[in-house]
Each structure stands twice: as structure tokens, then as C-alpha cells.
């Protein structure tokens, strides 16, 4: 009896076209969004990348300086010195807190767009962490408020491209003003 139920509503919803096309439309927004899923993947896995890559040139940077200071005896400002534990803690030292997406986050839905995959921690006051934490405006990126006419994801004041985020920790270095 469930056999011949089964067959008879088989036919029936492959008699009717809509099925199909309600199946194409599903199948390609489960494409689309799986591809678009990956697309933010890659670009996650390239920025934690570009975080550690210039968290590593910083710590070597320190450390030549440390040997040019003490090979020199050079006096260094305490706030710039990478001897000073402070200095270092505060904002010389910087380390990221990354957080790696999972194999199966190209297909994950929620807010993990929204939420920073890295954080940079220091030893500064908590204001300050939770001031640079903040989601800005990309408008408030330009100093008019607007967006550069070449490009509607382009920075006016560093021209870097915007993708989902704000410009990536190493551009964010060499550019100082995003």
C-alpha cells in the first residue's frame, strides 16, 4: 500500500513543472552559496596569513633592534625600546589571537562573517581593546564620508581594497590611517 502511494506522488510531482524549476532554483542558491561560503574561506585563511606573516617581521624587526641596541649602547625611548617589557606588552609585542575556520565553514550560515576570526591582544587598558573591537562605517573611511568614485570597495584616504572586513593588519601598518 505505501509502495503504491509513493508511486503515485512520485508521478504526480514529476508531471508538474514547477518541482523542477523550485529544484533549480534551490540547487543553484545551495551552489551560490557554497562557493561564496569557500570564497570567504579563502579570504579569512589569506588574511590570518597576512596577520601572522607581519607579526612575524615585527618580532624579527625587534630583534635586530634589540641587537643593534646593545651592540651600540644606543639610548632608545622607553616607549619604543623592544627591550621594555611595557613597551611590548602595550603595543611593540602585539600578538593575534586567531581563531581558524573549520573544514566544514563554507557551508556554516550565521554570523561568523560578522565576528573577527582575529584579534590583536596587548597588555593596553581595556577601553582601548574594546575601542579598535568596534565595526566601523566603511563610509566613515573617507574623509567626505563617500566612497572613492574609481571603485565602490576602495579606501579614499588608503586605497586598499574593502572586501567584507577592514583592511588587513599588514596593510593596516604600512597604511596608518585605515
Same mark, same amino acid.
Given at each position: 500500500? /505505501? ?9 504526480? /510531482? ?14 543553484? =542558491? ?7 561560503? =569557500? ?42 625600546? &623592544?627591550?621594555?617589557?611595557? =613597551?611590548?606588552?602595550?603595543? /611593540? ?7 581558524? &575556520?573549520? &573544514? ?10 560578522? /565576528? ?21 562605517? &566603511? ?40
Amino acid at each position: 500500500m /505505501l509502495n503504491t502511494i509513493l508511486r503515485h506522488e512520485w508521478r504526480s /510531482l514529476s508531471a508538474d513543472a514547477s518541482v523542477w524549476i523550485v529544484v533549480a532554483v534551490f540547487a543553484g =542558491a545551495i551552489g551560490y552559496g557554497t562557493l561564496n561560503g =569557500a570564497r570567504w574561506v579563502a579570504f579569512q585563511q589569506e588574511a590570518i596569513a597576512e596577520a601572522q606573516q607581519e607579526e612575524a617581521e615585527r618580532y624579527q624587526r625587534h630583534q635586530t633592534e634589540i641587537v643593534r641596541i646593545n651592540r651600540e649602547n644606543a639610548t632608545v625611548s622607553a616607549f619604543s625600546d &623592544p627591550r621594555n617589557p611595557d =613597551a611590548v606588552g602595550r603595543a /611593540l609585542g602585539a600578538r593575534y589571537a586567531v581563531l581558524p &575556520p573549520t &573544514p566544514v565553514a563554507a557551508l556554516s550560515v550565521g554570523q561568523s562573517d560578522l /565576528l573577527p576570526y582575529y584579534f590583536r591582544m596587548t597588555t593596553d587598558a581595556k577601553e582601548t581593546i574594546l575601542a579598535a573591537a568596534e565595526l566601523e562605517n &566603511p563610509h566613515a573611511c573617507s574623509p567626505d564620508g563617500s566612497i572613492s568614485p574609481s571603485s565602490s570597495s576602495t579606501c579614499t584616504r588608503c586605497s586598499f581594497w574593502r572586501s567584507r572586513t577592514t583592511c588587513s593588519p599588514a596593510k593596516r601598518s604600512r597604511a596608518r590611517s585605515c
